[in-house]
Structure formats: structure tokens, C-alpha cells
């Protein structure tokens, strides 16, 4: 049963990962980056790894929330939703009209994202690169 079951897994996400190269494909590669990044920082805040996400997390988002707060928040927020089932990226924009990727430009990232029992939510991810040129995660809220 296990066999199988890492099969299922393992074709699951070589489908999810040739989908989202269709919808990534007219991207840049400021964008490609953020998304990457997004989806990096994402793999923490999944596994309930709280202290490993605010580690990765640009300085303008540990200046508003201490670790602590982030924590607490997290842990309450995924009693409500729950395990991620199925994400996906549905809408990219930079929040100025002059995409450069300069450093403190900022990008926000819309995720349409079903948790366990069939919980349906947008996940907003704020980007910004910071002076070492890395986008990083700036801000994060799901409605």
C-alpha cells in the first residue's frame, strides 16, 4: 500500500508541476523569483514550522510581528483550516507601476488554496526584494 501510495504522490506532483509551468511560462524572471520564493517560504509555514518561516521572513515583517505573535497567530489560523490540500498561484502584480525589482520593490502573490475538509480560502503573500537583491515574504494573510 505504501508502494502505491508514494506512485499516486509522485504522479500528483509531476502533473502539478507541468500545470504550473503553463501558467508560469509568460512570467519574468523578477517574477519567477518571487513566486519561487514564495512557495519556499510556504514549506514551513505548511509543516507548522513557525520559527523556520519567520527566520526566512523579510526584516519589514519581523518589524511588525515578534516571534512569538507569529507563532500564536499560525498555530490558531491552521486549527481553522487545517492541512493545505491544494494550492495554486491565480494572480501575480507588482504593488508599483514600474516593475524594476529594485530593492524594495514589492510583488503580491494570490493563492487559491483548499485546506482539509473542503475549506476554501485566498492566501495573499507580499514580496519584497530586499537590499541582497532576494525577494522575501513581507506579509501573508488568508480570507
Known amino acids: 500500500m505504501n508502494a502505491r501510495r508514494t506512485f499516486v504522490l509522485a504522479l500528483l506532483l509531476a502533473w502539478c508541476a507541468s500545470a504550473a509551468g503553463v501558467a508560469t511560462a509568460a512570467m519574468t524572471p523578477e517574477e519567477m523569483q518571487a513566486l519561487?520564493?514564495?512557495?519556499?517560504?510556504?514549506?514551513?509555514?505548511?509543516?507548522?514550522?513557525?520559527?523556520?518561516?519567520?527566520?526566512?521572513?523579510?526584516?519589514?515583517?519581523?518589524?511588525?510581528?515578534?516571534?512569538?505573535?507569529?507563532?500564536?497567530?499560525?498555530?490558531?489560523?491552521?486549527?481553522?483550516?487545517?492541512?493545505?490540500?491544494?494550492r495554486k498561484a491565480e494572480k501575480l502584480a507588482y504593488t508599483t507601476p514600474d516593475p524594476k525589482g529594485e530593492p524594495g520593490e514589492k510583488i503580491v502573490i494570490l493563492f487559491d488554496t483548499r485546506f482539509v475538509a473542503?475549506?476554501?480560502?485566498?492566501?495573499e503573500v507580499t514580496l519584497v526584494r530586499e537590499n541582497d537583491r532576494l525577494w522575501r515574504v513581507a506579509g501573508y494573510y488568508i480570507r
Open 118 to 123: 473542503n475549506k476554501t480560502a485566498q492566501e
Open 36 to 86: 519561487n520564493a514564495a512557495e519556499r517560504w510556504l514549506v514551513p509555514v505548511d509543516a507548522g514550522s513557525s520559527a523556520n518561516a519567520y527566520a526566512m521572513a523579510a526584516a519589514d515583517f519581523k518589524s511588525m510581528v515578534t516571534r512569538e505573535q507569529w507563532r500564536d497567530g499560525m498555530r490558531d489560523m491552521r486549527k481553522r483550516f487545517g492541512r493545505v490540500v491544494l
